[in-house]
């Protein structure tokens, strides 16, 4: 037998969302927090017309949308670092980082792939438990040690969607050491309305050790195409292209990118969209008896402990997936007004 890493047999295979459908054929997938609208035609011109060119292989240096990028947030080029997905730039600050006995700290829970990242890089997760549903930055800051390279902050949360306000965060960001890299996952940033949660690009500019993950995959609607960036001082942005598999970013993924970022205002529309759904769903839950903690994501969460797995259940009879984290809640991404109100008959139905 081949020997493999003794790390492998601790870590959880990934499970991909099950699809489910009503007995009447209806299916609705709120389990992934993709976007429910369809890709735009504008987008989808621009990669039949890429795929002109995939005989070749992409710009490696994805000049182009590198650009766009930079453009768009008014950073320089040398800020940004580009990966197959912003779950791959995470992969990458992990390899950039770990080194055996090196420490991340993140909240816990919190995205489903850091524990897997660190894991398979090598480096030792710190867990610090959410209070409540929220970050709690001050044990955070505690569980930072000489050990410690790397903080993932996740806001909004995945799967609490809560998030954390600007002077709490920047009270954490002031106590963490300078050779600490903090991470601000914004995979979310687009759904954020609550002026008081900050735009990481404004706080990183004065901090050479914070920097800031953005994907295409949510808001602009590529999770297929798997596209995602880092902004950060030219020091943690050149350590993360070190990291890149060659030619990771293909080129349907490079010109999807650049097409959205030119169809921004339509995109952008289709968010707020999704954001009035957000409020219509939550309040229409708090109505049904829910306790829903506040979100600046495309989701929401419950907190259903032992009832988990049963809720997701009676949402499959309904034709809703759902994201269950058994023994702890569900978190339910927000959809098209049919979508949504499948899942609010499911929701109040469990009540009963
Ligand atoms: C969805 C998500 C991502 C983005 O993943 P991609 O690899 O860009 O598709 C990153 N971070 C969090 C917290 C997410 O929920």
């Known amino acids: 037998m081949p020997r493999f890493r003794a790390i492998l047999d601790t870590m959880p295979a990934y499970r991909p969302g099950k699809a489910v459908a009503a007995a009447d054929g209806r299916s609705y997938k709120l389990s992934s927090n993709e976007s429910p609208y ?128 600007r002077a709490q965060l920047e009270s954490f960001l002031d106590r963490v050491p300078g050779d600490v890299l903090v991470v601000l996952d914004e995979a979310y940033r687009e759904y954020v309305r609550d002026a008081d949660v900050p735009d990481g690009l404004t706080l990183y500019r004065d901090r050479p050790n914070v920097c800031v993950l953005r994907t295409f995959s949510k808001a602009y609607g590529l999770a297929g195409l798997r596209v995602g960036y880092l902004i950060g001082h030219e020091p943690v942005a050149a350590a993360i292209r070190k990291t890149i598999i060659p030619f990771a970013v293909n080129h349907l993924a490079q010109v999807a990118a650049v097409a959205s970022l030119r169809a921004e205002d339509e995109l952008l529309e289709r968010v707020d969209r999704v954001v009035k759904e957000r409020t219509r769903v939550r309040e229409a839950l708090i109505a049904q008896g829910w306790t829903v903690p506040p979100t600046e994501a495309n989701f929401v969460w419950l907190r259903l402990g032992d009832r988990t797995l049963d809720f997701a259940a009676a949402c499959a009879v309904e034709g809703v997936a759902v994201r269950p984290f058994a023994g702890e809640g569900a978190r339910v991404s927000i959809g098209d007004p049919e979508a949504n109100d499948a899942f609010l008959k499911a929701a109040a139905a469990f009540l009963e």
Do not use: K
């Open 38 to 165: 369809d890709p735009l035609p504008s987008v989808v011109e621009a990669i039949a017309e890429g795929a002109r060119q995939i005989h070749r292989y992409p710009d490696p240096g994805a000049i182009g949308l590198t650009e766009a990028i930079a453009e768009r947030h008014g950073v320089p080029a040398s800020h940004i670092a580009l990966g197959a997905g912003s779950v791959t730039v995470a992969q990458q600050l992990f390899e950039a980082v770990g080194e055996p006995g090196a420490e991340v700290v993140y909240a816990w829970r919190s995205f489903e792939a850091y524990p897997l990242l660190a894991d398979l890089s090598g480096v030792t997760s710190v867990r610090v438990p959410l209070a409540g549903e929220d970050h709690d930055l001050d044990a955070m800051a505690e569980a930072v040690t000489e050990r410690t390279r790397m903080v993932f902050v996740c806001n909004p949360n995945n799967p609490t969607g809560t998030s954390v306000r």
